[in-house]
């Protein structure tokens, strides 16, 4: 099994940056694409980005040219920087893994922009 950690949430500015981390344990090998997806209150849970393993990166509109997705796989880690955060983006983000034809999750990280 593979289990998922994040970290880096926390209260911002709007303008302000974050960069998130998630940490990946178990059985780790073998694992394909790594993204970050948000759940704000009321509304259902969407892709912010994802990175396969040999680096193609996917972003949501919303986001991109100001959210950076990367992993470091010898660490097994992959990160989120975000910079010109918008109140918009105030949400729950969770780290999502896929191993062969499944999908983990992490607990998620609160990130919250006031404006």
């Known amino acids: 099994q593979v289990q998922l950690v994040e970290s880096g949430g926390g209260l911002v500015q709007a303008g302000g940056s974050l960069r998130l981390s998630c940490a990946a344990s178990?059985?780790?090998?073998?694992?394909?694409?790594m993204g970050w997806y948000r759940q704000a209150p009321g509304k259902q849970r969407e892709l912010v980005a994802r990175i396969t393993s040999g680096g193609t990166t996917n972003y949501a509109d919303s986001v991109k040219g100001r959210f950076t997705i990367s992993r470091d796989n010898p660490k097994n880690t992959v990160y989120l920087q975000m910079n010109s955060l918008k109140p918009e983006d105030t949400a729950v983000y969770y780290c999502n893994a896929t191993r062969n034809w499944r999908n983990y999750w992490g607990q998620g990280t609160q990130v919250t922009v006031s404006s």
């Open positions: 178990g059985i780790i090998f073998s694992i394909n694409d």
